[in-house]
């Protein structure tokens, strides 16, 4: 992705602006925080904006959007109806458990019992208006320091598992519960249209490619090992230079199943102790690698170095993560393909300050958080310590040595 042109070319297309306006505008614009609908007008000594006549012509344009934000700011206040609509929703099915942070669907499949939700995949994206200009600056920055110093910078985003299994399992509550979450998504879908090198999405269908019997553990947010495989895939398409074949190929070649993992974090939030186990997959003897410690930083930061390079690959990458890919360790999936290699969790983000500059940035993260690590967030629970973490990663990005 290194050009020598910092900035990337954004699509110059009607059916970018049209998406802009039809998903963001026409759903999404009256979604504002703040003050009741009028009180700036009126602090102002002005009469409310009126909403413009919109035709397909002026749809397209971009001066319509800013129009109809202004009208909207001036006229409605619909986000905390919204809210109160994911919450009383998710309330109304409280009863089900003992915690409301915990959301009750169908049984997918026969003997693995009711599937869990956590309630924070519909409410946490309710928390703040994402500023758009904000996110393609911080896009924009990272892409100029990446190519200043010759490096790669890529963003890998997973799937929460409302979108692989949402729709089937919490039938008629499904709208309601994703008010939030799947306008928040769409913006995410509109960044990545913008800025096509440097997002990339992992989809449902690849989860569902990879761990069709059982994508997610029953009673918890993580995703199995199997289905991590979808994020491997594009990390060893991305930055090893594999195609997609050759990447899945790699997965089947290099992985074995080895043992098992119980989960149920949900579980135990709902007041139960009950845990299911998934299938470990792991690096084959041959493929192993050992990770290695270095007192200076975070015992979750660590180096490797594998043998079993890819010809090819890029001779070295970060690897910067939540949870989220943590919990299956998706680095041992695809880390025997680098030569070096080095793993930061978000929460050690400052250790970016010290670790060893590599060729390339792999940036993985849940959809849920996505758009709140962009903006350097603290407003959700497992963002709190990651004040500042953006700046952190650009002036990553542009060290040398």
């Given at each position: 992705m290194s050009?020598?042109?910092?900035?990337?070319?954004?699509?110059?297309?009607?059916?970018?602006?049209?998406?802009?306006?039809?998903?963001?505008?026409?759903?999404?614009?009256?979604?504002?925080?703040?003050?009741?609908?009028?009180?700036?007008?009126?602090?102002?000594?002005?009469?409310?904006?009126?909403?413009?006549?919109?035709?397909?012509?002026?749809?397209?344009?971009?001066?319509?959007?800013?129009?109809?934000?202004?009208?909207?700011?001036?006229?409605?206040?619909?986000?905390?109806?919204?809210?109160?609509?994911?919450?009383?929703?998710?309330?109304?099915?409280?009863?089900?458990?003992?915690?409301?942070?915990?959301?009750?669907?169908?049984?997918?499949?026969?003997?693995?019992?009711?599937?869990?939700?956590?309630?924070?995949?519909?409410?946490?994206?309710?928390?703040?208006?994402?500023?758009?200009?904000?996110?393609?600056?911080?896009?924009?920055?990272?892409?100029?320091?990446?190519?200043?110093?010759?490096?790669?910078?890529?963003?890998?985003?997973?799937?929460?598992?409302?979108?692989?299994?949402?729709?089937?399992?919490?039938?008629?509550?499904?709208?309601?519960?994703?008010?939030?979450?799947?306008?928040?998504?769409?913006?995410?879908a509109q960044l990545a249209a913008e800025y096509p090198d440097l997002i990339h999405l992992v989809t449902p269908k690849r989860v569902m490619y990879y761990a069709s019997d059982s994508p997610y553990w029953v009673g918890d947010t993580h995703w199995t090992p199997k289905a991590a495989r979808a994020l491997s895939e594009i990390v060893l398409m991305k930055a090893a230079n594999l195609s997609r074949p050759a990447a899945t190929k790699f997965l089947f070649d290099r992985l074995e199943v080895k043992g098992t993992k119980a989960m149920g974090g949900l579980f135990r939030l709902a007041g139960s102790k009950k845990t299911t186990e998934e299938t470990l997959l792991k690096p084959k003897k041959q493929f192993v690698f050992k990770m290695k410690r270095n007192p200076l930083f975070d015992p979750q930061t660590f180096t490797w170095n594998s043998k079993k390079a890819v010809p090819g690959a890029d001779e070295s990458i970060t690897i910067l993560h939540d949870s989220f890919v943590l919990v299956p360790r998706a680095t041992t999936h695809f880390g025997s393909a680098f030569s070096f290699g080095v793993d930061v969790h978000w929460n050690n983000h400052k250790d970016l300050e010290n670790v060893p500059v590599t060729k390339t940035l792999i940036i993985e993260s849940v959809d849920r958080t996505f758009l709140s690590h962009l903006a350097s967030a603290t407003n959700l629970e497992d963002l709190a310590t990651q004040k500042d973490s953006m700046e952190y990663v650009i002036r990553y990005l542009a060290r040398t040595s």
């Open positions: 050009s020598e042109n910092p900035k990337p070319k954004r699509p110059k297309t009607d059916w970018g602006n049209f998406a802009v306006f039809v998903v963001i505008t026409g759903l999404f614009s009256t979604w504002f925080w703040g003050s009741p609908a009028g009180a700036l007008a009126r602090l102002e000594f002005r009469q409310p904006v009126e909403l413009p006549a919109i035709t397909p012509e002026s749809a397209l344009e971009v001066e319509t959007f800013e129009q109809i934000e202004a009208w909207a700011k001036d006229n409605v206040r619909v986000k905390p109806d919204a809210i109160r609509l994911v919450n009383d929703t998710v309330a109304a099915y409280f009863p089900t458990a003992s915690n409301p942070k915990v959301i009750y669907g169908a049984e997918w499949k026969p003997g693995r019992g009711r599937e869990l939700f956590s309630s924070a995949e519909f409410t946490d994206v309710c928390r703040s208006e994402p500023d758009m200009e904000l996110m393609r600056n911080t896009l924009d920055r990272l892409t100029a320091a990446a190519a200043e110093t010759g490096k790669e910078v890529y963003f890998v985003v997973a799937p929460s598992k409302y979108r692989v299994l949402g729709k089937e399992l919490l039938g008629n509550r499904f709208d309601a519960l994703t008010y939030c979450a799947l306008r928040n998504y769409a913006i995410t």
